[in-house]
């Protein structure tokens, strides 16, 4: 099989916005309790803070974590996570069918976050929530002081404001498992509403209104118009979700790359058209705020718990194959996708693995993520390619191999994302960087294997683990490499001479 991607300093997608790198936590399952906080632990701080897994967090090199949630968010009182921790009240968590002890609240989610050098993309709840509520914790958290709320942080001991800038104006609001779910019109009504509240508490902020949760919804993309028109004044993106599930056929599987680069589209047509219909200048951008791949671990039935273990995918290397593929659509989409949560960080669908107390390990996804949030900044060029192509039964025919790539001025590098979707044949590709004067490649490293399901494990640790390839000479900048069947590819060049 062959390919060939050829990249052209000129043909720009975009600035890669760092946002795009960006995950979140939930309280869910064991994503915060025995995930990120678990005093006790051999590693943890002062705070109860694992350091084993802020040590992991912190070299995935994330930008903004979506915090609280999620499903959760629909039924959260913030309120209710402030203050003295023995005087917080212990909730039903109706969205999870768990107990919530309320113990991890804004500050001190805030605190992780300059552990991890991460960011709090923050989450108001428009389910049981009010649009004053809404308002409140922008005060709480944003207003340097002098106003109840903002007084009460700094007696909970933040002097400083936080400046929470990102905010996301409800969860998935189209989906009749949301508590509170509404139909289009009445979101995009509270939404407008609760955003101008939230924007004239604190001008700075950018708000994240809710479009579809998935492509598969009926009411997609028919939400995503009427949300947009009726909020349009006071938005800054449209929010959508989207999980990959192995059915059954990995070559399906293996292609939801296609399907996501579909729904981004539409998405996109979707907003430029109420910006039409609105005679705007403004332009409306995407975050995919939450993408991954999930299917094994679904809502089991289960007793009112505190932390169950519930939604914790163990992440395969075919897995780890097909959310390359999601990233390189995300690269891909620059110019519209500015932000994207890998859904979620810890326990919960995650990269990363810990088990109470004892240690904490990388999950197979974890390294396509760590490789785009390390190498996918910059610029991100248009590939023109041309590849042999596959059959696929949901999709039909498609490259067999699909690129990203990413030049860094600053650093003088360009950095192809590459990966081989068949499973049975290598590709024979040839790397064309003709229009960058002189290169060199320094870098190139596979995620790939004999067998597709391998998962790591806190036993096992690199049963998935990506491994160097030997480096490739060209004096004419046309590089001539072999792509292993079912294989994640990154290849680095330095731009030796203009
Ligand atoms: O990430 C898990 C759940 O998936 C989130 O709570 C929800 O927003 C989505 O349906």
């Known amino acids: 099989m062959k390919s060939r991607i050829t990249i052209v300093k000129e043909f720009t997608i975009g600035d890669v916005d760092k946002n795009l790198f960006s995950s979140f936590i939930e309280h869910l399952g064991r994503a915060i309790y025995t995930g990120i906080y678990e005093p006790g ?29 999620g499903n959760f968010l629909s039924n959260y009182n913030w309120k209710d996570g402030i203050g003295p921790k023995d005087d917080r009240p212990v ?26 050098g991460t960011e709090i993309m923050g989450a108001v709840n428009m389910g049981t929530g009010s649009i004053s509520d809404a308002g409140d914790i922008i005060e709480y958290c944003n207003f340097p002081g002098g106003t109840y709320w903002s007084d009460l942080r700094i007696k909970n001991g ?19 498992w949301q508590l509170g779910h509404m139909d289009a019109l009445s979101y995009g009504r509270k939404a407008n509403e609760a955003a101008k509240l939230m924007k004239f508490t604190d001008e700075s902020i950018k708000t994240v209104i809710c479009g579809s949760s998935t492509s598969s919804m009926k009411t997609y993309p028919e939400w995503d118009r009427i949300v947009l028109e009726e909020t349009y004044d006071f938005m800054d993106y449209l929010s959508i979700h989207r999980y990959f599930e192995n059915k059954g056929n990995d070559d399906d599987f293996l292609a939801s790359w296609y399907n996501m680069d579909e729904f981004i589209k539409t998405s996109i047509a979707t907003c430029d058209y109420v910006k039409a219909l609105k005679r705007s200048n403004r332009t409306i951008f995407l975050s995919f705020d939450e993408w991954n791949v999930w299917y094994q671990n679904k809502k089991e039935p289960h007793p009112w718990e505190t932390a169950p273990r519930i939604l914790e995918e163990h992440y395969s290397l075919l897995d780890a194959l097909t959310f390359g593929g999601m990233a390189i659509t995300l690269l891909n989409h620059v110019d519209r996708v500015k932000i994207a949560c890998l859904a979620q960080l810890i326990n919960v669908i995650a990269p990363i693995f810990a088990e109470p107390k004892k240690g904490a390990y990388k999950q197979a996804i974890y390294f396509p993520f760590q490789d785009i949030s390390l190498y996918g900044r910059g610029v991100s060029l248009k590939p023109v390619i041309k590849s042999d192509t596959k059959i696929t039964d949901m999709y039909g025919e498609l490259p067999a191999v699909i690129f990203a790539s990413v030049y860094n001025e600053e650093e003088n590098t360009v950095t192809v994302f590459a990966l081989n979707t068949s499973k049975s044949e290598q590709s024979s590709t040839e790397i064309n960087l003709w229009n960058f004067g002189k290169t060199q490649m320094f870098y190139w490293t596979e995620l790939t294997g004999s067998d597709l399901s391998a998962r790591n494990s806190l036993e096992n640790q690199t049963a998935v683990y990506p491994q160097k390839r030997e480096l490739v000479y060209s004096d004419d900048c046309n590089y001539q490499v072999i792509l292993k069947a079912a294989s ?7 731009i030796t001479e203009d």
């Not at 051999?42 to 949630?69: C, M």
């Open 41 to 69: 632990h051999p590693t943890a701080d002062e705070q109860g803070f694992r350091q084993d897994v802020i040590e992991l967090a912190k070299s995935l090199n994330v930008s903004l974590i979506r915090y609280p949630g």
């Open 91 to 116: 909730r039903l968590d109706r969205a999870w069918h768990s107990i919530e002890p309320n113990k991890i609240g804004i500050d001190e989610f805030y605190d992780w976050t300059k552990k991890t």
């Open 158 to 176: 933040h002097k400083e404001a936080y400046g929470i800038k990102y905010w996301c104006v409800g969860n998935e609001m189209d989906g009749t």
């Open 488 to 494: 994640w590819n990154v290849i680095r060049f330095k």
